[in-house]
């Protein structure tokens, strides 16, 4: 290939996405590395892009796409209650010293409340949720690298081997957009990007979904039935979910709120 055609790609390649690696090029161009890191300086010395470390990005880098959905601050409040109550309970299945995963989300951003006794490592992608338990907790917290998406605020890596891969967790705490007899639904492929990623470093897969998730479709599935181990819910949960859940031997916690429990112990 002529050096002005790889040139070309090599530019067009660094406006789709915010850092194009030398990997990337090389497989995209079909030239070495040696050719490819070249380039690079070269059209880094004619400021057509920017060099950085393991590859190149553009000079006015793309603005990021949104993520699909609605933003954090609008699902904060859509069934508070529920959230807290199942955030609880899932908080409850964890042990001093246990590694785990908090996906990003406003249930499992509930868990945070309770983490606050609590000395366990976590891992999140999830902004809100890492400076809460710096400011507020003992726990230690590690996040990847990546892009901070501000309306859902969550931490997307566009790297392939990035620091998720090299930790290993119990259990990983995420919620979802829906629940269905597909398995797990999101809205956005650059979540399920993510997601996957992070579900292959847990022994288990703890879902945290309020009853209404299990209403929403998308055609989008991240993952099946049986990849997930504990679904925690609230008592909106109908009989017909439970069955489906129960038949994929997926463990079922019904969090009871706080006018459920009062009723019980009197």
Same mark, same amino acid.
């Given at each position: 290939?002529?050096?002005?055609?790889?040139?070309?790609?090599?530019?067009?390649?660094?406006?789709?996405?915010?850092?194009? !690696?030398?990997?990337?090029?090389?497989?995209?161009?079909?030239?070495?590395?040696? !050719?490819?890191?070249?380039?690079?300086?070269?059209?880094?010395?004619?400021?057509?892009?920017?060099?950085?470390?393991?590859? $190149?990005?553009?000079?006015?880098?793309?603005?990021?796409?949104?993520?699909?959905?609605?933003?954090?601050?609008?699902?904060?409040?859509?069934?508070?209650?529920?959230?807290?109550?199942?955030?609880?309970? $899932?908080?409850?299945?964890?042990?001093?010293?246990?590694?785990?995963?908090?996906?990003?989300?406003?249930?499992?951003?509930?868990?945070?409340?309770?983490? $606050?006794?609590?000395?366990?490592?976590?891992?999140?992608?999830?902004?809100?949720?890492?400076?809460?338990?710096?400011?507020? !907790?003992?726990?230690?917290?590690?996040?990847?690298?990546?892009?901070?998406?501000?309306?859902?605020?969550?931490?997307?890596?566009?790297?392939?081997?990035?620091?998720?891969?090299?930790?290993?967790?119990?259990?990983?705490?995420?919620?979802?957009?829906?629940?269905?007899?597909?398995?797990?639904?999101?809205? %956005?492929?650059?979540?399920?990007? $993510?997601?996957?990623?992070?579900?292959?470093?847990?022994?288990?897969?703890?879902?945290?979904? %309020?009853?209404?998730?299990?209403?929403?479709?998308?055609?989008?599935?991240?993952?099946?039935?049986?990849?997930?181990?504990?679904?925690? !819910? %609230?008592?909106?949960?109908?009989?017909?979910?439970?069955?489906?859940?129960? +038949?994929?031997?997926?463990?079922?916690?019904?969090?009871?709120?706080?006018?459920?429990?009062?009723?019980? +112990?009197?």
């Amino acid at each position: 290939m002529h050096e002005t055609e790889r040139h070309r790609l090599i530019l067009s390649a660094v406006q789709e996405r915010p850092i194009v !690696t030398v990997g990337e090029l090389v497989a995209l161009t079909e030239t070495s590395e040696a !050719t490819i890191r070249r380039d690079i300086a070269t059209l880094d010395k004619q400021k057509r892009l920017r060099r950085v470390r393991g590859g $190149a990005e553009a000079i006015t880098p793309p603005p990021l796409p949104g993520l699909a959905g609605r933003p954090f601050a609008v699902n904060q409040t859509i069934n508070a209650e529920e959230k807290q109550v199942i955030a609880r309970e $899932a908080v409850a299945l964890c042990d001093d010293g246990d590694p785990i995963i908090i996906n990003g989300g406003t249930t499992t951003f509930q868990m945070v409340h309770h983490l $606050a006794n609590r000395r366990v490592q976590v891992m999140t992608n999830s902004f809100p949720i890492a400076e809460h338990l710096l400011k507020h !907790t003992k726990n230690t917290v590690m996040v990847p690298g990546g892009a901070l998406y501000r309306e859902q605020n969550i931490i997307l890596s566009p790297f392939e081997n990035d620091m998720t891969r090299h930790y290993y967790a119990k259990r990983m705490f995420m919620g979802a957009y829906g629940v269905g007899p597909m398995g797990l639904m999101e809205n %956005d492929p650059l979540l399920i990007q $993510a997601e996957e990623k992070l579900i292959g470093q847990a022994d288990e897969l703890v879902v945290l979904v %309020d009853s209404s998730k299990f209403e929403n479709r998308s055609s989008l599935v991240l993952c099946g039935l049986e990849r997930i181990d504990v679904v925690i !819910t %609230d008592e909106g949960i109908s009989d017909r979910v439970a069955s489906m859940l129960e +038949a994929a031997e997926v463990r079922v916690i019904v969090a009871q709120s706080g006018a459920t429990r009062k009723t019980d +112990a009197s």
